[in-house]
C-alpha cells in the first residue's frame, strides 16, 4: 500500500488512547485500516511483554508516535498489445508506531521536562 494511502488512516488515530484508535479503526472503511489495527493491537501486546506481563487496562495507553514512510517500489511488467509492455509500480510503506503509557508503572518516576534551546537566524 502506498504511504499516502496510509497516512491518510494514521493521522486520524494519532494522539489517541488506544482503545479510543482501536474502535476508530474498527470502523474505518479504509484497506489502511486493518493494516494499522494489527499493528496496534503488536505494539499493544509488545508494551505487555516489555512491562512483564502487565495488564494493559489498567495503564492509559496511547499512541504517542506514528510515522508512514515511503517503502522500495515493486516493478511488475504487464503485457498490452502490439507486444510492448508497461511497468506497473506496487508501492510499499514503513510504518513507525510508538505506544506509551500515560500512568507511570510502580517504580518509575515522572521524567522532567527537557529545556529546549530556542537559536535564533537571521535570513
Known amino acids: 500500500m502506498s504511504a499516502r494511502k496510509m497516512r491518510l488512516v494514521a493521522d486520524i488515530i494519532r494522539g489517541k488512547d488506544a482503545d479510543a484508535a482501536l474502535d476508530i479503526l474498527k470502523f474505518t472503511r ?44 515493486l516493478k511488475r511488467i504487464r503485457p498490452v498489445p502490439f507486444g510492448r509492455a508497461h511497468r506497473i509500480r506496487k508501492h510499499t510503506c514503513h510504518v513507525k508506531l510508538v505506544v506509551d503509557n500515560r500512568v507511570y508503572l510502580p517504580g518509575e518516576e515522572e521524567q522532567e521536562g527537557v529545556d529546549e534551546e530556542i537559536v535564533e537566524t537571521e535570513g
Open 30 to 73: 479504509k484497506e489502511a485500516a486493518t493494516w494499522l489495527e494489527k499493528l496496534l493491537l503488536s505494539a499493544i501486546d509488545n508494551w505487555e511483554q516489555k512491562t512483564s506481563g502487565q495488564d494493559p487496562d489498567e495503564y492509559e495507553l496511547y499512541i504517542s508516535e506514528i510515522l508512514v514512510n515511503q517503502g522500495p517500489q
